[in-house]
């Protein structure tokens, strides 16, 4: 149950060990797709593969939005961590388990009765058609788990611990293995079976995590008592957090976009795409684990009044991932179909994937400097600009590249993969515009709302 206290000591260390653990926590949770569709691929065809690779992508875009939400407990947490205000850490606690069951209840209904327009405006391929509901379905039904698992994963992050939520998402990711051999491999339940192993995975570590809770507690008092509706602090959370989720909806939603733009170019593009999304998420593991980390290290600095120690752990970060960021874009862009084996045994997928990946490996570089700018951002409160920002990359750029592009005649996968380096490189533009005219407005003020003890 340590936890860091990032107001004082070094920089480059204290960063490392916080974001080593969630690193290796974004790598199983990132398993869990990639399983499904590793052992799909291997034990299914490619209207299987399709179908996988479709519904996970929506289910992480879901998850995408309840992990921006949460963002706005990790920031206050943070930040109350930072100005030693305990008190104010058990009710913000007790609003976001309140909030967060409310918001399961929403989008689990959402996702059930929206399923088929959802997979029908992903162009879906109709081989692939309802192998993808049954799919997102079951997902669904374990909504309750990804809020649960993406909420204590949040309240401990903002605490300063990042190994209790990677050692809940080894077990779900062993479960989950374990599950889709058994179900996809042995069972041959194809897609379905991937799901339900998925939901399982989850409802085990999220278990596990609560009896954890229960019997080592928390670094301040907490009781049942303190699950409250609590109105300043779910105003708080929903002030940061809603931006935050609004711009991982609309993230997922601009690569969902480009998903369905691809699909409608045939069924090897469709799983080759769908593959490729897979790819990215371990490729970047490094700049989300240190955008993740640098949220914590900002508020925790913002909290205790010490910015210009926000900022230098912004420039740490950056310098030491941008070494990651170049490696993996030189894997990525030799031996890209070494990675797409991985996932599938058919030729043409493999080289459909080996091209894409020739264009989007420049995003490895990017991303390093985008994702520590967005960590510094969300951990000074200003997840607003975060949305813009985000919105703007999507829908001024990327998405109409994508569209664009698949017009072109003949159309190849590299051209088309050069879609997400373009947004980066203008969401980069967009980072250092604002932190320069903000560099002499933000103040050494926590941007939370603090109570006194």
């Known amino acids: 149950m340590k936890s860091f206290d990032f107001t004082k000591g070094g920089y480059f260390f204290p960063l490392i060990k916080f974001t080593v653990p969630i690193l290796f926590a974004i790598f199983l949770q990132a398993m869990y797709g990639a399983v499904d569709l590793m052992v799909v691929g291997h034990f299914g065809d490619a209207s299987s593969i399709s179908a996988v690779a479709i519904g996970s992508q929506v289910m992480q875009t879901i998850t995408g939005i309840i992990t921006g939400l949460t963002m706005g407990t990790t920031i206050m947490i943070g930040q109350i961590m930072g100005a030693k205000q305990t008190k104010q850490a058990e009710r913000t606690v007790g609003a976001s388990i309140c909030l967060f069951a409310v918001v399961a209840v929403i989008v689990t209904i959402i996702m059930m009765v929206f399923v088929t327009p959802i997979v029908k405006l992903m162009h879906t391929p109709e081989v692939a058609f309802d192998k993808s509901i049954q799919y997102i379905l079951i997902c669904s039904a374990g909504t309750v788990f990804i809020v649960a698992y993406n909420l204590i994963s949040g309240i401990f992050r903002g605490i300063g611990n990042s190994k209790l939520p990677l050692f809940f998402v080894a077990i779900a990711c062993f479960v989950n293995i374990i599950g889709d051999l058994l179900l996809v491999g042995i069972f041959n339940l194809d897609a379905a079976g991937a799901a339900i192993a998925t939901v399982f995975a989850q409802a085990i570590s999220v278990i596990l995590s609560l009896i954890i809770i229960k019997t080592k507690g928390l670094p301040f008092t907490f009781s049942r008592k303190s699950i409250r509706f609590h109105p300043m602090e779910i105003a708080n959370i929903l002030k940061f957090g809603t931006p935050l989720a609004f711009q991982d909806m609309l993230t997922n939603l601009s690569f969902l976009i480009i998903t369905a733009i691809v699909n409608s170019l045939g069924l090897v593009a469709s799983a080759a795409i769908g593959i490729n999304e897979k790819i990215a ?27 210009e120690r926000a900022k230098k752990g912004m420039y740490y970060a950056i310098s030491s991932s941008l070494i990651f960021g170049i490696i993996c874009f030189v894997f990525s862009f030799w031996y890209g179909h070494i990675l797409a084996g991985i996932f599938s045994n058919d030729i043409e997928v493999i080289a459909a994937c080996a091209e894409y990946m020739k264009s989007y490996s420049i995003d490895c570089v990017l991303v390093c400097f985008l994702f520590c700018f967005i960590g510094y951002f969300n951990g000074c409160g200003n997840t607003v600009f975060v949305l813009v920002q985000g919105m703007l990359s999507a829908f001024l750029v990327r998405i109409p590249f994508s569209y664009f592009v698949s017009k072109i005649p003949e159309v190849s996968m590299l051209q ?38």
């Open 281 to 307: 998420i371990f490729i970047m593991l490094i700049p989300m684990s240190y955008m993740s980390s640098v949220s914590t290290f900002s508020a925790q600095n913002i909290g205790a009044h010490k910015s």
């Open 416 to 453: 088309i993969g050069f879609a997400p380096p373009i947004s980066t490189v203008f969401s980069i533009i967009l980072c250092i515009i604002y932190f320069k005219i903000k560099r002499q407005v933000i103040s050494n003020e926590p941007t939370a709302i603090m109570y006194k003890e």
